[in-house]
T-cell receptor, first 117, second 109 residues
Framework: GAVVSQHPSWVICKSGTSVKIECRSL??????MFWYRQFPKQSLMLMAT?????????EQGVEKDKFLINHASLTLSTLTVTSAHPEDSSFYIC?????????????FGDGTRLSIL | GQNIDQPTEMTATEGAIVQINCTYQ??????LFWYQQHAGEAPTFLSY??LDGLEEKGRFSSFLSRSKGYSYLLLKELQMKDSASYLC??????????WGAGTKLIIKP
């Protein structure tokens, strides 16, 4: 089945560090990928929709200058958390759906647990 | 606005059957997904319904009534490993995925 690879799985770093998370669709092309954040015991929150070859669409309240998204190819999107602070500590999950139709299921990466000290 | 409602938490006994309901009000409808999410892990796809009726897949079944804006996920022969959150998500007219907050299912021996 469709597989999405997300890397790294865990990041622990000092406050002020920038962290890059990669999301790859391994066996399908994805024009659109999604970045979510999930705090403990809370539901998924969509941060932004990543569009191949164009600017990402950010949800209200998400700072685009802090969470940089690049979708340079049909199989790779990256999220960079710039100058991360402890309040950015969270579980970040990407997902992708095959390009062909909009009602294909989203396939999720395994997530990245980010801890900022 | 768009809204997905599902119970926050449910408890059931190992070996029993449980039904998790989901009601929705969205701008358009292009299908409904159910996902399972274990604590600390990413969601995994369970089912997709776009036509009215019941879709059965092993121990899990999903039902949809578009006229009522209603779906349920039915889990049979519950196992301890079924303890997880179950997320209902609707595809709206713009093919955007609208997520429910999830139902935490607790299975007791």
């Amino acid at each position: 089945g469709a597989v999405v690879s997300q890397h790294p799985s865990w990041v622990i770093c000092k406050s002020g560090t920038s962290v890059k998370i990669e999301c790859r669709s391994l066996d399908f092309q994805a024009t659109t990928m999604f970045w979510y954040r999930q705090f403990p015991k809370q539901s998924l929150m969509l941060m932004a929709t990543s569009n191949e070859g164009s600017k990402a669409t950010y949800e209200q309240g998400v700072e685009k200058d802090k969470f940089l998204i690049n979708h340079a190819s049909l199989t790779l999107s990256t999220l960079t958390v710039t100058s991360a602070h402890p309040e950015d500590s969270s579980f970040y999950i990407c997902s992708a759906r095959p390009t062909e139709t909009g009602n294909q299921p989203q396939h999720f990466g395994d997530g990245t647990r980010l801890s900022i000290l | 606005g768009q809204n997905i409602d599902q119970p926050t938490e449910m408890t059931a006994t190992e070996g029993a059957i449980v039904q998790i309901n989901c009601t929705y009000q969205t701008s358009g409808f292009n299908g409904l997904f159910w996902y399972q999410q274990h604590a600390g892990e990413a969601p995994t796809f369970l089912s997709y319904n776009v036509l009215d009726g019941l879709e059965e897949k092993g121990r899990f079944s999903s039902f949809l009534s578009r006229s009522k804006g209603y779906s349920y996920l039915l889990l049979k022969e519950l196992q301890m490993k079924d303890s997880a959150s179950y997320l209902c998500a609707v595809v709206d007219s713009n093919y955007q995925l609208i997520w429910g907050a999830g139902t935490k299912l607790i299975i007791k021996p």
